[in-house]
């Protein structure tokens, strides 16, 4: 029973850690008001399933700008990853406001990864 008890406080402190490398949380955290996982399933922003490996504005059902559209990006790990850190800054004139970018690249990175997962 003393072993479980003082074992208790590690378990406690490593779990915030965890949370903050979870693809699926990083994603809910920082993305989730705007997109989601579900193909078809576009709402302020168009679904991010299968995003990866896709060209930029062209998932079916969503109205993208122009801008975006005639990018001629394909969305790989590079790509993402600027784009989440700077959206206007890889294509200027999207429409991704108010979203500024995020400055954290371990965070990116774990939405990358999370986004070629497919979730």
Known sequence: MIRFI???PLVVTATPAFAQNDG???FNTNCRM???MKEGDN???PSLAGVFGRKAGSQPGFNY??????SGITWDEANLDKFIANPEQVVN???MKPYGGMNDAAQ?????DFLKSGG
């Open 6 to 8: 003082l074992a208790l």
């Open 24 to 26: 699926q949380t990083a």
């Open 34 to 36: 705007c997109h989601t």
């Open 43 to 45: 709402r302020q922003g």
């Open 65 to 70: 700008s122009p801008s975006l559209k005639q």
């Open 93 to 95: 004139g999207n429409t």
């Open 108 to 112: 990116r990175k774990v939405i990358v």
